[in-house]
T-cell receptor, first 115, second 109 residues
């Protein structure tokens, strides 16, 4: 049963355009993440928020920016996309238990194709 | 470079056979490990977690952890065609789960 919702599921765009992906979780979790999964299935963490506070900010190009309005929502904006941005972007949420992150629950993914 | 290394890259086992997958972290600050399974076209789902040294068994799946060497392994006995998937290992350090490149398991009927 999906409880982490991502939109859109697919997006095709041209180099240089701006793209936004939205993510909402209904699990009541405190922590949300964005991961990038490339064509070789390598899954890389990009950002993580805990209660609207940025706690993980990996080395990603500046054109990527996360946005969190509340702990149930985490969006990802890409300004001026490049061909190497083509990938599946996976949103995840997890509970926060005793200072440790709990199990990740992933959304279905947003597949970006940059022409 | 990847801090979580998985081997082998791919594995083919016959139906009913045993599959053994390995994972090692080069990050000494990893606190615990997760194993996730990702079927083709789907998103990853948690399979098992292991926090302390030793062994943990859940049905056909057994996970081992050696914290000193930061090595974990996943063993699937009586493998089924439905077990065919990408198996991802994650090391969790400072609340940032980082994944390895995965092992693609194919179970042949």
């Amino acid at each position: 049963e999906t409880a982490v919702f991502q939109t859109p599921n697919y997006h095709v765009t041209q180099v240089g355009n701006e793209v936004s992906f939205n993510c909402k979780q209904t699990l009541g979790h405190d922590t949300m993440y964005w991961y990038k999964q490339d064509s070789k299935k390598l899954l890389k963490i990009m950002f993580s928020y805990n209660n609207k506070q940025l706690i993980v900010n990996e080395t990603v190009p500046r054109r990527f920016s996360p946005q969190s309005s509340d702990k149930a929502h985490l969006n990802l904006r890409i300004k001026s996309v490049e061909p190497e941005d083509s990938a599946v972007y996976l949103c995840a949420s997890s509970p926060w238990t005793g200072g440790n992150t709990g199990q990740l629950y992933f959304g279905e993914g947003s597949k970006l194709t940059v022409l | 470079q990847q801090k979580v290394q998985q081997s082998p890259e791919s594995l083919i086992v016959p139906e009913g056979g045993m599959a053994s997958l390995n994972c090692t972290s080069s990050d000494r600050n990893v606190d615990y490990f997760w194993w996730y399974r990702q079927h083709s076209g789907k998103s990853p789902k948690m399979l098992m977690s292991i926090f302390s040294n030793g062994e943990k068994e859940e049905g056909r799946f057994t996970v081992h952890l050696n914290k000193a060497s930061l090595h974990t392994s996943l063993h699937i006995r009586d493998s089924q065609p439905s077990d065919s998937a990408l198996y991802l290992c994650a090391g969790v350090n400072n609340n940032a789960p980082r994944f390895g490149a995965g092992t693609k398991l194919t179970v042949k009927p």
